[in-house]
């Protein structure tokens, strides 16, 4: 699955406001992601976005956002050495956006 612009880049995905509520939508898309059924989460989501350039470990970004409130997918779409997704390895959050 790729984000906009760089496929290298952590990004996110919005999870749509249907029933079943967004919060299990968005749950759905990061369970794909792990999955590596980038595909199924990519129909899934509502909208795309990058958040970061790459992050050194143990370094951090701090940003301000005006994302509409819901839930999203964060995800980082780098890949390993061996060409695995960073998704598959966990690195994908369900976030929720409240103001």
Excluded at 53 to 77: D, T
Aim: charged residues 20%; glycine residues 12%; hydrophobic residues 35%.
């Amino acid at each position: 699955m790729s984000s906009p612009g760089s496929a290298s880049t952590p990004g996110y995905a919005r999870a749509p406001s249907s029933p079943p509520g967004n919060h299990a939508n968005a749950r759905k898309i990061a369970r794909f992601l792990r999955e590596g059924k980038q595909g199924r989460a990519q129909r899934l989501a509502t909208g795309f976005g990058t958040f970061a350039g790459p992050v050194s470990h143990g370094a951090y970004q701090q940003l301000v956002i005006r994302n509409h409130r819901g839930w999203y997918v964060l995800a980082c779409f780098m890949e390993t050495q061996d060409g695995r997704d960073h998704t598959r390895l966990g690195m994908e959050r369900v976030i929720h956006v409240v103001k």
